[in-house]
């Protein structure tokens, strides 16, 4: 009887097995609380934060982040590469904020930006409307029930 309950248990542990240490590849990671773009959010990782990660569920990584906190992070967000944020120079370190660091990473940042709005290549103007838009988590759920989308109902 105890053999059975105890693989019972070592199989259902197994689902729960961690992927391992990942890499946040976004400015800023929205943690959940659930498996969800609705789901409450409980905390934020910046660029290149590390978490441990368990299997992937239906697009959605369980996390536990460095200081313990657990909750959930679209696979869109993480990366099994080791993001490693170091120059070769100690003028680096001064003042970069991680938005500027995960654009860099991406090879785009300001300059970039200033110097093909100044060639006119590209209109940004449309892009800076889109930048400015503010979308409610109630405002989602809205459309996404009204669309009978997935996670309209939750």
């Known amino acids: 009887m105890k053999i059975k309950v105890l693989a019972v248990l070592l199989v259902m542990t197994a689902g729960v097995a961690l992927a391992g240490p ?9 943690v959940r609380a659930t498996p969800s773009q609705l789901g409450k959010i409980v905390a934020t990782v910046d660029y290149g934060a590390q978490v441990q990660a368990g299997d992937v569920q239906n697009g959605w990584y369980p996390v536990t982040l460095p200081d313990g906190q657990t909750g959930w992070l ?4 993480l990366t099994k590469k080791r993001i490693a944020m170091s120059a070769g120079t100690s003028d680096a ?14 090879g785009f940042n300001e300059q970039v930006e200033a ?8 209109d940004y103007t449309w892009v ?27």
Not at 22 to 27: D, F, I, L, N
Not at 74 to 77: G, I, N, Q, V
């Open 74 to 77: 679209h696979e869109s967000a």
């Open 115 to 122: 110097k093909m709005k100044a060639d006119g290549k590209l």
């Open 93 to 106: 370190a001064t003042g970069v904020s991680s938005d500027e660091v995960a654009l860099a990473g991406k």
């Open 22 to 30: 990942m890499s946040v590849q976004v400015r800023n990671g929205k």
């Open 128 to 154: 800076d409307r889109m930048a400015a838009f503010k979308v409610t988590e109630d405002q989602i759920a809205s459309f996404r029930a009204q669309g009978k989308l997935p996670g309209g109902a939750q």
